[in-house]
């Protein structure tokens, strides 16, 4: 009896120790009754639970030291992706102005290319009113020819009649006083034919003055038809190069449009991702303040300092490892003498 009280105080002092969280004192098992089967019990358990709490010490370091690494992570995380947000804002800003002016230099290329298109329409009726002056200047030189030999006819009329009217006055001067009428008449057909070769004469010099500044004047017709003709072509070439550019930079518009449109989307999604990282920084903050606080709750237990599980002492006052099988149930009654 007196053994078994033994026992049974020392399976209480251990039951209290363990349960003021001392986990480092040995347990010594002497006798084979139920009182040691209790006291070898306990020195199981103490060793589980010493097993126990060394496992959950360490993770529960592990997770605070690893939740620390996240919320400080995050929390840089969080600050760069806040830096990435500001310069996507100020990025889709300048996005919009940006595509403003191209939309605004779109709309211009569109009035410069009516305009050129207008201006090649002007040009080339220009070109073919010039067209129209070079075939009237030609005309005009060919009938201007034309009145020249007109005139060399008619001055050779006025010498012919100038030759008939001297041999009309020989011959009445040789019919004597019946002759002088006709001399008379011979004389004024003369002084007209002289009066026609000389009108002749100047028209004819006229004529040709006229006819060589229609030459010239039909030179210098050319020269303009053909400087309009290359002006005209200068003018559609530049017409199609503004078709070109008013095609190209609406194609820019459009594609400013779009990058614009992806740009305020990654803003959106990196706002969104901003909050995210903000919430999964307060889950890792409270992580590790759970961590922290179950390794203070583990805190109230005094493990080995080596770490290694609680020796137990074994039966029969021979020191041995305890086993971690089941503890068998004791035989009723039996501690009741104990009492």
């Not at 060399?152 to 001297?166: E, K, S």
């Not at 004597?176 to 001399?183: I, K, M, N, P």
């Not at 034919?193 to 004047?217: Q, Y």
């Not at 194609?251 to 903000?278: P, R």
């Amino acid at each position: 009896v007196r053994g078994i009280s033994r026992s049974l105080g020392q399976a209480i002092a251990v039951a209290e120790t363990i349960a003021q969280g001392n986990l480092t004192q040995p347990v010594t098992v002497q006798g084979q009754d139920e009182a040691a089967q209790v006291l070898h019990a306990l020195g199981a358990m103490q060793q589980q639970l010493t097993g126990i709490v060394s496992t959950i010490r360490a993770g529960g370091e592990n997770l605070a030291s690893a939740s620390a690494q996240i919320s400080s992570g995050n929390h840089d995380l969080a600050s760069r992706t806040e830096q990435q947000a500001s310069a996507l804002e100020q990025t889709a800003a300048a996005m919009e102005q940006l595509n403003a002016t191209v939309q605004q230099n779109a709309d211009n290329a569109r009035q410069a290319q009516q305009l050129s298109a207008n201006a090649s329409a002007v040009a080339v009726k220009g070109g073919e009113v010039m067209g129209q002056v070079v075939s009237t200047m030609h005309e005009i030189h060919t009938s201007s020819g034309k009145i020249a030999d007109i005139i060399g006819v008619i001055d050779g009329i006025a010498f012919q009649t100038n030759i008939l009217a001297l041999n009309a006055a020989v011959e009445a001067a040789r019919a004597g006083e019946q002759g002088r009428g006709f001399a008379v008449v011979a004389t004024e057909v003369r002084a007209l034919a002289k009066r026609s070769a000389d009108a002749a004469k100047e028209i004819k010099t006229l004529i040709s003055s006229s006819v060589e500044r229609v030459g010239k004047g039909t030179e210098l017709v050319n020269t303009a038809g053909h400087t309009m003709q290359e002006a005209v072509a200068a003018i559609q070439r530049v017409t199609v190069l503004m078709t070109d550019i008013s095609a190209a930079t609406a194609e820019q518009s459009s594609g400013m449009g779009q990058i614009g449109e992806a740009v305020q989307h990654l803003d959106q999604t990196t706002q969104q991702n901003a909050s995210l990282v903000e919430e999964l920084s307060a889950a890792a903050r409270s992580l590790q303040d759970q961590a922290q606080d179950q390794v203070q709750t583990i805190a109230v237990f005094t493990l080995p300092r080596d770490g290694a599980p609680a020796r137990s002492v074994p039966r029969a006052g021979v020191p041995q490892q305890l086993p971690a099988a089941p503890v068998p149930a004791l035989p009723q009654g039996r501690l009741a003498l104990a009492s």
